[in-house]
């Protein structure tokens, strides 16, 4: 029955889109949640498809430091504007924490040492900037798997929730400053890190220090910097806008995975 | 009574004008498909390209890197916005519609203009969004017609081209009479032509899936799934160039396909793909 009725829908969708094409007015009418609805079951499909080919924990390609990219472009925020970030940077980051929090069982603060001195990870991977543009570079860092392991999960979590330092959009009320969620799948993936360091050396502020996150099956967005706050939830829906990130917030795909 | 023109019938000449099934039914749905497929993954395309109008090769490739192809936009003498295209070190001055066009009446910096993108401003998640949904409508569509196409023998029959028609002279002599706008009468006139046949191939078997592969390699989920993306093209920038290059193949296609259904009888073309009616002159006895 919900097959027959879900196959109704894309009919009737396929016939609207095929309408908004025909009259070069699809501006307008891309704006009409009938027709975004329709158009985003295609991240669904993406998201089911590549989930159902991603078995056994496939990695992103890792190259070599021959294949570094010379110069690797920064984007984004290239330097958080918050005082209470800048007096952490000026003391070396010695006295920032990560707070993981949320459905865990023992909430964690952690400084720089502390994840230093946990299981490392080296990976030398590509960067695919939704734009279009990719950089290789080499992450040094701690598997995020590592770290939730330590705060043991509690039933019902489902996302992990990154709060970020910096504010990318100003607005009055906060709601600029920058955050992403992945799930489980993803968090507990080897490839997935807390990386502190790029490139051979500590990680540079254009880049995110002092901790950024590498969800290396995935694109340039997900990839949050300048990382303050874990949390660990059941739903990111009463965050912000409730898409489950900056750029989900502002139409983009939670699966960034394409 | 059927299939048979009355008013060509009619006449005394010794040709007649019949109506021959040209297109199954299942070619003539995909192939209209298709036409809003293609239209819709072009300009979205174009979107997604804008964010970015610049293309590389190799596995890596951002703005400090060596572009061959850029659509950039400069300060002239003037202070005005200029428009460039660069291949490799040419520049050829492009304001107005590459590198800088008309945004709200102001001429801004922009890869493709305004007419050319879906949306028409400038809305990459936008862009994405119609671009991933047409680009499954269209693989399925694909799938589709490659399934009939194999099972109902559509490509044995009517686009392999056959021996005599790949013989050097035949193919000279239509390279000839397409050029003269003259095209076949007749029983000839019954099967697709050599130049069709290769054309249709060319894009069904090699500019389509070269499309949709590329398509694939830029994607980082794909990449880890099936890693010998990446080492077909030689690097997920090259598949992105690449992606580009089959793109403005299948335009030049479209452009050439479009002139020649033009010239070679628009309403019997058209009819021959909504009802699958072909009209053609024949000598043959009444049957």
Same mark, same amino acid.
């Given at each position: 029955m919900t097959i027959r009725l879900d196959r109704r829908r894309l009919l009737t969708g396929a016939g609207v889109t095929a309408a908004a094409a025909a009259l070069s007015a699809c501006a307008p009418l891309s704006a009409s949640d009938g027709v975004r609805n329709v158009l985003d079951m295609a991240e669904q499909l993406t998201m089911h498809a590549q989930r159902l080919l991603l078995t056994g924990d496939a990695l992103a390609r890792e190259f070599t430091e021959a294949d570094l990219s010379p110069v690797f472009k920064s984007n984004g925020t290239h330097s958080p504007d918050d005082a209470a970030y800048q007096r952490l940077a000026e003391g070396g980051f010695a006295d920032w924490r990560l707070q993981v929090d949320g459905l865990v069982e023992r909430p964690l603060s952690l400084s720089l040492a502390d994840l230093r001195a946990m299981p490392s990870r080296s990976q030398i991977t590509r960067h695919d900037c939704v734009e279009g543009w990719s950089a290789i570079g080499k992450w040094t860092g701690v598997p995020l798997a590592q770290v939730l392991k330590a705060a043991g999960l509690k039933a019902g979590a489902r996302y992990v929730v990154f709060h970020c330092a910096d504010e990318y959009e100003k607005?009055?009320?906060?709601?600029?400053?920058?955050?992403?969620?992945?799930?489980?799948?993803?968090?507990?993936?080897?490839?997935?890190?807390?990386?502190?360091?790029?490139?051979?050396?500590?990680?540079?502020?254009?880049?995110?220090?002092?901790?950024?996150?590498?969800?290396?099956?995935?694109?340039?967005?997900?990839?949050?910097?300048?990382?303050?706050?874990?949390?660990?939830?059941?739903?990111?829906?009463?965050?912000?806008?409730g898409k489950g990130g900056f750029w989900e917030d502002r139409g983009y795909e939670w699966y960034a995975g394409i | 009574m059927d299939g048979i023109d009355r008013s060509a019938a009619g006449r005394a000449a010794p040709t007649r004008?019949?109506?021959?099934?040209?297109?199954?039914?299942?070619?003539?749905?995909?192939?209209?498909?298709?036409?809003?497929?293609?239209?819709?993954?072009?300009?979205?395309?174009?979107?997604?390209?804008?964010?970015?109008?610049?293309?590389?090769?190799?596995?890596?490739?951002?703005?400090?890197?060596?572009?061959?192809?850029?659509?950039?936009?400069?300060?002239?003498?003037?202070?005005?916005?200029?428009?460039?295209?660069?291949?490799?070190?040419?520049?050829?001055?492009?304001?107005?519609?590459?590198?800088?066009?008309?945004?709200?009446?102001?001429?801004?910096?922009? $890869?493709?203009?305004?007419?050319?993108?879906? =949306?028409?401003?400038?809305? *990459? @998640?936008?862009?994405?969004? %119609? #671009?991933?949904?047409?680009?499954?409508?269209?693989?399925?569509?694909?799938?589709?017609?490659?399934?009939?196409?194999?099972?109902? $023998?559509?490509?044995?029959?009517?686009?392999? =081209?056959?021996?005599?028609? *790949? @013989?050097?002279?035949?193919? %000279? #002599?239509?390279?000839?009479?397409?050029?003269?706008?003259?095209?076949?009468?007749?029983?000839?006139?019954?099967?697709?032509?050599?130049?069709?046949?290769?054309?249709?191939?060319?894009?069904?078997?090699?500019? *389509?899936?070269?499309?949709?592969?590329?398509?694939l390699t830029m994607s980082p989920g794909m990449d880890a799934a099936l890693p010998w993306l990446v080492d077909l093209f030689g690097g997920r920038q090259s598949a992105r160039s690449l992606h580009f290059i089959a793109a403005t193949? *299948?335009?030049?296609?479209?452009?050439?396909?479009?002139?020649?259904?033009?010239?070679?009888?628009?309403?019997?073309?058209?009819?021959?793909?909504?009802?699958?009616?072909?009209?053609i002159e024949t000598e043959e006895p009444k049957p």
């Open positions: 607005t009055l009320d906060g709601s600029g400053r920058y955050y992403e969620s992945i799930d489980l799948v993803d968090a507990f993936h080897p490839q997935t890190i807390l990386a502190y360091g790029m490139n051979g050396r500590d990680l540079p502020i254009a880049h995110g220090a002092p901790l950024r996150l590498r969800v290396e099956r995935q694109l340039g967005y997900k990839q949050a910097k300048y990382l303050m706050r874990l949390e660990i939830v059941e739903s990111f829906a009463r965050f912000y806008r | 004008r019949v109506l021959v099934r040209r297109h199954s039914g299942t070619v003539r749905v995909t192939h209209w498909v298709n036409v809003l497929c293609f239209g819709i993954l072009l300009m979205s395309g174009l979107q997604i390209f804008n964010a970015h109008p610049e293309l590389y090769w190799g596995q890596y490739g951002a703005d400090a890197d060596w572009s061959f192809l850029a659509l950039e936009a400069k300060r002239g003498d003037d202070g005005a916005i200029e428009g460039v295209t660069r291949i490799g070190a040419l520049e050829i001055p492009t304001t107005g519609v590459l590198g800088a066009s008309a945004v709200n009446g102001e001429i801004r910096p922009r $890869g493709f203009p305004n007419w050319a993108t879906l =949306p028409g401003f400038r809305d *990459l @998640a936008e862009g994405r969004r %119609w #671009h991933f949904f047409f680009a499954w409508l269209f693989v399925i569509n694909g799938f589709a017609y490659l399934l009939y196409g194999l099972i109902a $023998g559509h490509f044995r029959r009517d686009l392999a =081209p056959s021996r005599d028609q *790949l @013989a050097p002279r035949h193919l %000279w #002599h239509e390279i000839v009479t397409h050029a003269r706008l003259r095209f076949p009468k007749g029983e000839e006139a019954r099967r697709y032509n050599a130049l069709q046949k290769l054309a249709y191939c060319g894009v069904a078997f090699l500019l *389509l899936p070269v499309m949709v592969l590329t398509g193949l *299948l335009v030049l296609f479209v452009v050439i396909h479009l002139a020649m259904v033009f010239a070679s009888g628009l309403f019997n073309n058209l009819r021959s793909m909504i009802t699958g009616r072909y009209a």
